[in-house]
């Protein structure tokens, strides 16, 4: 009996310094997070919130009374390298358009920026971006037009194939956006196939790497080009900012200014400009400075900032949308005026085929692209085929 409430009273006590010892390093933790976060430089009394990082791309603010807010996820400058595994996973194998449009907006509500430059490389223009890209530590995607590289005329040829060369050298992307830059919908299957392949044929001899991303032309898609991008697993990517810098001739600061006006109005999302005119590439410092200004203003104000991603970054951000454009999809099944089967039905809903011009959507104010996009995804979304 006494030797069996011996053992007992062993136990308890076992448990008694295990306890303890819990409570013990729990005491500690606490004590050590205390002492971090009191060491931690208060803020400034300029009244700007110090961010500190809670885990590697969570962001946080502490106020004067040591309390963490939490400012949102955000990718830190140094995550912004390109992750080893480019290209990443295709996020719209089958290449339908409606998907290129809804991912190039990327992570919902994020302020994430992804900028994109058709139709170089052109000498006079891309080489004068290329520095002002590389002071900003902006990554880009350049969706190029391969005629130039294989033209007759010199220095043309010579020139433009160097500031390919410089552009990946750079920490760019290099997409494919066709050699001369035609209406697909209008070309023969055969012709589709040559402006397409012939062009990552070009880019590969130049750069040794084969595009990933593919834009089409005036965002003119058809089941023809739908199909090659399926079988060379290529991704579509569209663009959700378009302030149609082609009609702003000289005019960069209308050019800074819509995409700074759409960028407050969306939230982030993926800016089409053309690196071939040079009112666009003088846009840059200006749109450069204002994502500064408003960042530091935003942070000031406690709430998440822009940030410019490398197109790998955005690319991965955009698969959270993935989910939204798969719900999309299925109400639009349960709720079939004409059922849609996967593959030829696609191509009929498919409204922007055969768009004239480049960017479907009317930029010209925020209201009008605002409309226009309202638009679009409601032509989508009835998938009549208007
Ligand atoms: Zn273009």
Not at 142 to 148: A, L
Not at 346 to 375: I, R, S
Request: charged share 25%; glycine share 8%.
């Amino acid at each position: 009996m006494g030797r069996r409430r011996h053992q007992a009273r062993q136990r308890s006590q076992a448990l008694a310094y295990r306890a303890a010892a819990l409570l013990a390093i729990g005491a500690a933790v606490i004590t050590g997070a205390l002492i971090a976060l009191s060491s931690a430089p208060r803020p400034r009394f300029d009244g700007t919130p110090l961010r500190i990082p809670i885990f590697p791309r969570l962001l946080a603010t502490v106020d004067d009374a040591g309390r963490l807010e939490p400012l949102g996820m955000v990718i830190p400058p140094d995550a912004a390298a390109r992750p080893p595994s480019w290209p990443p996973a295709l996020l719209n194998p089958e290449a339908r358009l409606r998907w290129g449009w809804d991912l190039s907006l990327g992570r919902p509500g994020a302020r994430e920026v992804l900028f994109t430059f058709d139709d170089g490389p052109n000498p006079g223009t891309t080489d004068r971006l290329l520095p002002i890209l590389a002071r900003a530590n902006i990554h880009a995607a350049f969706f190029v037009c391969g005629w130039r590289l294989e033209s007759h005329e010199e220095p043309l040829r010579t020139r433009a194939r160097q500031l390919l060369r410089d552009t990946l050298a750079a920490g760019h992307v290099i997409g494919n956006h066709t050699v001369h830059h035609y209406q697909l919908p209008t070309l023969p299957p055969e012709r589709v196939r040559y402006e397409i392949e012939h062009n990552a044929d070009l880019i590969e001899e130049v750069i040794g790497q084969r595009p990933h991303l593919f834009r089409p032309p005036y965002g003119a898609y058809s089941e023809d080009v739908r199909r090659h991008l399926v079988s060379k697993r290529n991704e579509l990517w569209m663009w959700s900012i378009d302030p149609h810098d082609y009609l702003l001739v000289n005019d960069a600061e209308a050019v800074a200014q819509r995409i700074i006006t759409n960028l407050g109005n969306h939230a982030g999302g993926t800016v089409l400009l053309h690196d071939t005119h040079p009112w666009s590439v003088a846009a840059m410092p200006k749109i450069i400075r204002w994502l500064e200004r408003e960042n530091a203003s935003r942070e000031q104000a406690g709430r998440a900032p822009y940030v410019v991603l490398d197109p790998a970054r955005y690319l991965e951000g955009a698969r959270t949308r993935l989910p939204l454009i798969q719900a999309a999809d299925a109400l639009a099944n349960t709720n079939p005026p004409r059922a849609r089967d996967a593959g030829s039905a696609e191509a009929a809903v498919e409204p922007t085929t055969g768009v004239v011009g480049e960017g479907p959507v009317d930029a010209g104010a925020p209201a009008a692209m605002d409309a226009g996009n309202t638009h679009r995804r409601m032509s989508m979304d009835a998938g009549d085929g208007r």
